[in-house]
C-alpha cells in the first residue's frame, strides 16, 4: 500500500498510540485518537479511513460497542480489534456486532500486524470496488424505473427530473456521505403517481381544486412508492425519505404499527426533498428563483433555513447558465430542458415542462412526431455559450 492509505488507531493509552505509530508511519498515514467521540470525528472529518484499529477497554464506550458504530456509519472501514485480555463473550460481540476483521493481542509481533494491515487494506479496496459496482447497477436500474414512469406519466417524471438536479445541488453542498442515494430518493420520489389517475394528475399539475378522495388519492403516492420500493436491497433508505418527503418531522407508519425512525441521512433526505417540493412548486407557477428564495423563507419562517440557504447558492448556479430557445423537433437533442409542455397535433401532453432530455427521451418525442405529429415551435431551456 502507499503512504497515502490512511489508518485510524484508538486506544486511551497514548504511550500505546506513539509506538504503534511510530512502527506503521513507514508504511501508512497513521491518525491516531484517544477516545471513540475523538475518533468519530476524526472518520467524519478527515475519512475515508481503510482501517479502524480499537484497543477493547476505553473509558467512555468499549472499542466492540466504536467498532459497531463504525460498521454502521463507515462500512466500507476495515475494523480490526486490539486487547490485552478477551473471553468469549466479548469476542462474539465485538464479531456479531462490530464486524471485527481480526483480533489482536497485546503486546503484537510488528511482522505480523504489518501483514495483517496489508490483508486488511486489500480487503478495504475490494469493499470499495463492490459498493461501486452495487451502486452503478442500482443506479441504472432506478434510471430504467424512471423512464418507464415518463412513458407512464411524463408530469411525474419531469418533476421527478427537476427535484433531482436540486436534491443533487443540496446533497453535494452538505457533503453527505452517500450522494447517490438522495438523487435516487429525488429521481422515484413521484413513482407513487403511478396509482393516480392522469386526469387527477393534470388537475394537480393545473394547480385545480381537488375534493376530498382526489386530494386523499394524490398524497398518498409517497406511500405507494415507498411500498414498492422499500423491499428492494440497499433501498430501504430511499424508500424512507421518499415515504416521508411530504412531512419529515413526522414519520409515517404502517397501519397498526409505529412509526419506522429515521436514521440521520433518511431524515436529511427528507428534508431536502421537502424543501425542493416547495421550492418546485413555486417555479412551475412562473416565480423566479431569487422572489422563490425569498417565498420559502416567509413560508417555512426560519425553519429549514440552511437548507434553503444552499438552495440559493446552487439554484443561482443553474439560473444563471440556462437560457429559453425556441425550437423544431428536428433540433431537440440531449442536455436541453422542456420550458413548457410539448403537445401532440390532437393536444395530448406527450412530455411536461421541466424535463430533462435524454437520448431516451429524444427518440420518445420524435417516434410521436413520426407517428401523430408534435406541435411546433416550442421551447427549451439550453446552455448559455
Known sequence: MTDQTKILIVDDEKMVLDGLKDVLRKHYNVHTAL????????????????????????????????????????????????????????????????????????????????????DACVKYQRNVAESEIIKTTLFASMEVMSEALSIMNPMAFSRGGRLRQVVASLAKMAKVREPWMFEIAAMLSQLGCVT????????????????ANEKYQYENHPEAAYQLLHKIPRMEQ??????????????????????????????????????????????????????????????????????????????????????????????LVPGMILAEDVHSQTDLLLMAQGQKMTSTA????????????????????????
Open 238 to 331: 430511499v424508500a424512507l425519505m421518499i415515504r416521508n418527503q411530504n412531512h419529515p418531522e413526522e414519520p409515517a407508519a404502517d397501519e397498526g404499527r409505529e412509526a419506522k425512525p429515521m436514521s440521520d441521512e433518511t431524515h436529511l433526505g427528507a428534508r431536502f426533498l421537502y424543501v425542493a417540493g416547495h421550492y418546485d412548486d413555486l417555479r412551475m407557477q412562473g416565480i423566479s428563483h431569487k422572489p422563490a428564495i425569498e417565498k420559502l423563507h416567509q413560508h417555512f419562517k426560519g425553519k429549514y433555513g440552511i437548507y434553503i440557504d444552499a438552495l440559493k447558492k446552487a439554484g443561482a448556479a443553474v439560473n444563471n447558465i440556462l437560457i429559453p430557445k425556441s425550437i423544431e423537433i428536428s433540433d
Open 35 to 118: 477516545s471513540a467521540k475523538d475518533a468519530i470525528t476524526l472518520l467524519e472529518q478527515s475519512g475515508p479511513y481503510a482501517v479502524v484499529i480499537s484497543d477493547m477497554i476505553m473509558p467512555d464506550i468499549d472499542g466492540a460497542q466504536f467498532l459497531t458504530e463504525v460498521r454502521e456509519r463507515f462500512p466500507h472501514s476495515v475494523r480490526i480489534l486490539l486487547t490485552g485480555q478477551a473471553n468469549a463473550e466479548e469476542s462474539a460481540r465485538a464479531v456479531n456486532d462490530g464486524g471485527v476483521y481480526r483480533f489482536l493481542m497485546k503486546p503484537c509481533d510488528t511482522d505480523k500486524l504489518l501483514d495483517i494491515l496489508a
Open 196 to 211: 393516480c389517475p392522469p386526469d387527477l394528475l393534470e388537475k394537480v399539475y393545473l394547480r385545480e381544486k381537488l375534493n
Open 362 to 385: 429524444v427518440g420518445r418525442l420524435l417516434g410521436f412526431h413520426e407517428r401523430i405529429g408534435v406541435r411546433e415551435p416550442f421551447t427549451v431551456l439550453v446552455r448559455k455559450t
